[in-house]
């Protein structure tokens, strides 16, 4: 959708209002041509921010988004690399939808040693539910690996 809007309008400056907090959202809006992206929790306040910025020309990131993002512990905490090969199995078929239970009778786990791989892979993704463990594996092509 902002593509086809720069490209009808190139001196439109598209802002994304959205639910989405990760950077992979952000990448995408910034690389479609947006100009300001803004979380929907966001004050009305940070929404004129953004507005005005863009009309000034630049751009505009949700200082919370930004915040993170810039973080120290933002860049290799969300780094795939850092997960054990079973922390990703886990995680993987999280994505996919299968249950704890599933997941320890696929695996031949527990399923509390299931949960502790998916306690420590979350924390160490800080993914915090069910729907952003699937954009994260969407985004690094985990899913597409295993269909």
């Known amino acids: ?47 004129l921010q953004a ?3 863009v009309l000034a020309g630049d751009n505009y990131v949700d200082p919370a988004l930004a915040a993170r993002i810039l973080s120290p512990r933002h860049g290799p905490q969300c780094d795939p ?14 994505a996919l939808g299968y249950s704890n239970k ?11 040693t299931i949960e502790t791989y998916r306690t420590r892979a979350t924390d160490k993704l800080e993914l915090h539910s069910r729907a952003a463990i699937v954009r994260f594996a969407q985004s690094n092509g985990w899913l597409a690996e295993l269909q």
């Open 102 to 112: 599933e997941i320890s009778s696929r695996l031949n786990l527990s399923i509390k």
């Open 81 to 94: 690399a850092n997960l054990s090969e079973r922390e990703r199995s886990v995680i993987q078929l999280v």
């Open 1 to 47: 959708m902002i593509e086809r809007l720069v490209e009808r309008f190139p001196e439109l400056g598209c802002i994304a209002l959205t639910a989405h907090e990760d950077p992979g959202c952000l990448r995408r809006v910034l690389a479609a041509g947006g100009r300001g992206f803004v979380v929907k929790r966001s004050t009305a306040m940070d929404l």
């Open 51 to 53: 507005i005005r910025c």
